[in-house]
Nanobody
Framework: QVQLVESGGGLVQAGGSLRLSCAAS????????MGWYRQAPEKQRELVAR???????NYAESVKGQFIISRDNAKNTVYLQMNSLKPEDTAVYYC???????????????WGQGTQVTVSS
């Protein structure tokens, strides 16, 4: 079993910054991609950013140039640096990870419990 624990959410004024962290623990052989998603009230969950094991990244168009995703493979942790925050960035942010628990697979998807980010105008 694998657990993902997010931290770093909170309330911030528009234009401010927050840094989210998500640490994976448990039975981990290796972690493939890790990512951040968000879900605003009455909206579907959407991809914010994703990073491969090798460090390749991709972002939603709405956050390009504003958010930066990174990871520390030694710590099984992914980060999301969020800058110039806007009220429309308000959402619950979830991390996920594609994990091999042993050398023979399978690859499983795990999700964190979510962390609230609220941006006031």
């Amino acid at each position: 079993q694998v657990q993902l624990v997010e931290s770093g959410g909170g309330l911030v004024q528009a234009g401010g910054s927050l840094r989210l962290s998500c640490a994976a623990s448990g039975t981990i052989f290796s972690i493939n991609a890790m990512g951040w998603y968000r879900q605003a009230p009455e909206k579907q969950r959407e991809l914010v950013a994703r990073i491969s094991a090798g460090g390749n990244t991709n972002y939603a168009e709405s956050v390009k140039g504003q958010f930066i995703i990174s990871r520390d493979n030694a710590k099984n942790t992914v980060y999301l640096q969020m800058n110039s925050l806007k009220p429309e960035d308000t959402a619950v942010y979830y991390c996920n990870a594609l994990v091999y628990s042993d050398s023979k697979g399978p690859l499983r998807v795990y999700w964190g419990q979510g962390t609230q980010v609220t941006v006031s105008s």
